[in-house]
T-cell receptor, first 112, second 114 residues
Framework: KQEVTQIPAALSVPEGENLVLNCSFT??????LQWFRQDPGKGLTSLLL?????REQTSGRLNASLDKSSGRSTLYIAASQPGDSATYLC???????????FGAGTRLAVHP | EPEVTQTPSHQVTQMGQEVILRCVPI?????FYWYRQILGQKVEFLVS????????KSEIFDDQFSVERPDGSNFTLKIRSTKLEDSAMYFC????????????FGSGTQLSVL
């Protein structure tokens, strides 16, 4: 059974720092991995999607890497800003084309 | 930018009552999903829907739950005889293609069962 784990559970940093959020999954047979952002009381916003054949994806200050064989992904946030404060969720598409399996998230606080 | 719309944003109901959660997916999307998140827990897959039928469902999605696309724009989740443990944030999502495509989520309906 696929399990997704995210470390750390919470992170508080000063503005301007570069950050790394970690995601691991137990079964390497995935179709893709997505990183989402969740703001309090809001829905999930897809940030980056990495297909199983890809190694990384970049969008602005965000870079996500995927090492399928070791069951790991990292989300790198460059030059963090207070507006980056949110919960970041990692999810893998596994065991079918329709079912995302989520991690518990990393709650990020960036203070001025 | 197109978005998935969910109504209501909050729903309070008495245990044993039926509720219908409504969603309007992005117009050119063909695949629709319901997920839920119990407070303090992970987001969990409930069901996926394509071509007017369920394509996959989780073990959570038992006979208490049903989904429907009653017209060309709405996608609904019905929960019959609600239980206290059904209290959660329910998210609707849609995608243009199957799950290998990016999913777009709505802002959720917070269901409270008293």
């Amino acid at each position: 059974k696929q399990e997704v784990t995210q470390i750390p559970a919470a992170l508080s940093v000063p503005e301007g720092e570069n950050l790394v959020l970690n995601c691991s999954f137990t079964d390497s047979a995935i179709y893709n991995l997505q990183w989402f952002r969740q703001d309090p009381g809001k829905g999930l916003t897809s940030l980056l999607l990495i297909q199983s054949s890809q190694r990384e994806q970049t969008s602005g200050r965000l870079n996500a890497s995927l090492d399928k064989s070791s069951g790991r992904s990292t989300l790198y946030i460059a030059a963090s800003q207070p507006g980056d404060s949110a919960t970041y969720l990692c999810a893998v598409l596994s065991g079918g084309y329709n079912k995302l399996i989520f991690g518990a998230g990393t709650r990020l606080a960036v203070h001025p | 930018e197109p978005e998935v719309t969910q109504t209501p944003s909050h729903q309070v109901t008495q245990m044993g009552q039926e509720v219908i959660l409504r969603c309007v997916p992005i117009s050119n999307h063909l695949y629709f999903y319901w997920y839920r998140q119990i407070l303090g827990q992970k987001v969990e897959f409930l069901v996926s829907f394509y071509n007017n039928e369920i394509s996959e469902k989780s073990e959570i999605f038992d006979d208490q739950f049903s989904v429907e696309r009653p017209d060309g724009s709405n996608f609904t989740l019905k929960i019959r005889s609600t239980k206290l443990e059904d209290s959660a944030m329910y998210f609707c999502a849609s995608s243009e293609g199957d799950g290998v495509e990016k999913l777009f989520f709505g802002s959720g309906t917070q269901l409270s069962v008293l």
